[in-house]
């Protein structure tokens, strides 16, 4: 367990900024995936496509790193186990040297290396699903079920296979004073 959340008010506040950050802009890289990308630029595509990998890399950090300072433990997240880290360390590797702008790996070409980016967004979505459903309440904070309706919706549109219209994103500070 980390040492910088001690208190309930302190975690839910976490949540609330953090957490739900790291959800809303990889949720945004993803609603620009559904833009016709024809007449989008490959600088365009680059940064769609670092929008998801990076808060996705954070998220996984979240949930499974426990050297992080803040992680999933802190909540009380025990649904994950072994096999679960044996499927996301090779995605969280993958990002993080196709992240390496001077890595050897170029960045958009995540399907040949055999790493969809539609199949990383969604067991990513699908792992935080999880662990809001399973949240405690006394965690569950202030933005909790927006949060968890973009998920849904984002993980819905996978099943019936259709294009969301765009979403404007959240933006900040969501929290007044912030």
């Known amino acids: 367990m980390g040492k910088y959340l001690q208190k309930v008010e302190d975690k839910t506040k976490y949540l609330d ?18 833009q016709n990308l024809r007449t989008e630029s490959l600088s365009h595509q680059n940064l769609r496509t670092e929008i998801v990998l990076l808060h996705g890399r954070n998220l996984i950090e979240f949930f499974f790193r426990t050297s992080a300072e803040v992680n999933s433990t802190d ?58 459903i399973t949240l405690k309440p006394q965690y569950k904070f202030q933005h909790y079920e927006k949060l968890l309706d973009l998920i849904n919706g984002e993980l819905n549109i996978r099943e019936i296979g259709g294009a969301p219209p765009i979403p404007p994103p959240v933006r900040w500070p969501l929290i007044p004073g912030c």
């Open 17 to 34: 900024e953090h957490f739900f950050y790291e959800i809303d802009m990889m949720i945004f890289g993803i609603s620009l995936s559904h």
């Open 75 to 132: 909540f009380e997240f025990t649904t994950r186990t072994t096999s679960d880290w044996k499927d996301y360390a090779s995605i969280y590797k993958n990002i993080s040297e196709g992240l390496s702008h001077m890595g050897k790996r170029p960045l958009l070409d995540t399907e040949k290396i055999g790493w969809p980016l539609s199949k990383i967004e969604k067991k990513i979505l699908d792992i935080a699903r999880d662990f809001l």
